[in-house]
């Protein structure tokens, strides 16, 4: 006798079912797949892009693998990553172009000046790169040697000025602690610079002259884009709308990544940012917005 309420039933599940889809803005279940090579930029912007896209654009789960600078743009390219956001051009332009037609070039998201080169305490004399062997220092403090910057520093600039200083190899975050030792010391040495980078606040130094242009085009002006996976805006059109959209100037991302450095973790500091600074990312999650409804 009460076979004759399935039919009805079943219209109201249909219906049940079809009122809970429209209703949800956001993107749960949806997951993304984004690299850091533990540059202090690509930390600041990934930890930020992980809050937003999970607090604010309903992702379940964004996760920022720690990778090396080679194996980033292999992994976008095969898609198991799905985005890059710390591609420095011109420094990077052979990686990115043994990939090109796998991947997508995204517009520069980073609006400011940027510098690279060596830098040293503005309490030493030296100005110039042709100086720095009249010094007391006998170390060039770097970063990871896979660096296109390294590689210059390595085969082009001490060559060029023939400086017998010692380059050492390390971590980014391992320069930097041997950096503030050195200069609460205030000992000689010189070591990787560049800008953009909160050391540009917390350090009193110069960039040295480069008279003989050892650093070539790093001397110019770069430009600091990101790098997706060529199916990514047919796959995950939010994700790729909102990298798309982010734009930070010098201001912005200096002070981001001094938030991430006093609070002493990615995530946390990025969330801390974001509650104090809306008005710079909310124009990000609306074009996001936009970009799901249409």
Known sequence: ????????????????ALLTAGCGGGDDGKTLEIADIGWTENTAISALTKVLLEEELGYESVTVNTSDLDSVYEGVARGNLDAFQDVWLPNQQDLLASVEDDVELLGPWYRGQTQQGIGVPSYMDATSLDQL??????????????????????EEVIPAYDLDQKLVEASTQGMFAEVDNRYDSR??????????????????????????????????????????????SGDDPVAYAFMDAVTLDE???????????????????ARQWAQEHPEVWQPWVEATENARES
């Open 251 to 269: 201001e912005q991302l200096n002070d981001l990544e001094s938030t991430i450095n006093e609070v002493g973790d990615p995530l946390e500091g």
């Open 187 to 232: 000992e000689e040495f010189a070591f990787v610079a560049w800008s953009p980078h909160w050391m540009n606040q917390r350090y009193d130094f110069r960039y040295l002259e480069d008279p003989k242009d050892a650093f070539g085009e790093l001397n110019n002006q770069a430009k600091i884009q990101m790098v997706v996976n060529e199916d990514l």
């Open 133 to 154: 062997t009249e010094s007391e220092t006998d170390l060039l403090l770097g970063i990871e040697p896979s660096s296109v910057v390294m590689e210059i520093v390595s």
């Open 1 to 16: 006798m009460r076979a004759p309420l399935l039919p009805g039933l079943f219209f109201l599940l249909v219906v049940s």
